[in-house]
């Protein structure tokens, strides 16, 4: 859990440093939430991962903590590119990775802890309505 609030952090941190200026100046699609609604959802959601993460974590070895951490891992990268270099086109690839990472953190996670997986799943909703934004603010914003 506290891999996931580290991670959350460090990403909040970068985005809140870099929603002036560049951020502000792009094209949004619709259906763009207001900047204040992805802090909260984000906090939730990274509460969420490490709470599933700990679940499937007291079970047996089964080896799908390592999906979970390479979507974790992913999902650091995003942020960076996206916020720091301002490459949404390289973001999206990224985020798409994440996705199907993700997705296949729940299906290993199902077969340990279907609760787990469940925790996972608000998570790829999520994820799916972000790289909807992200490839609106790369076409928009070419």
């Known amino acids: 859990m506290l891999l996931c609030l580290l991670v959350g952090s460090a990403n909040g941190a970068l985005t809140a440093g870099n929603l002036h200026g560049w951020y502000l100046s792009l094209l949004r699609p619709p259906l763009t939430p207001p900047n204040y609604v992805f802090g909260p959802v984000w906090s939730v959601l990274y509460l969420m991962m490490g709470v599933a993460a ?7 070895f089964t080896g799908a903590l390592g999906f979970w951490a390479a979507q974790l891992a992913v999902n650091a990268l995003w942020v960076p590119v996206f916020f720091g270099l301002h490459w949404p ?54």
């Open 54 to 60: 700990w679940r499937v974590w007291r079970a047996p």
């Open 89 to 142: 086109g390289a973001a999206l690839l990224i985020i798409g990775v994440m996705f199907g990472l993700i997705a296949l953190t729940i299906l290993r996670f199902a077969r340990v802890d279907r609760l787990a997986a469940w925790l996972m799943l608000p998570y790829l909703l999520w994820v799916g309505f972000a790289s909807y934004l992200n490839a609106g603010f790369w076409w928009l914003n070419r």
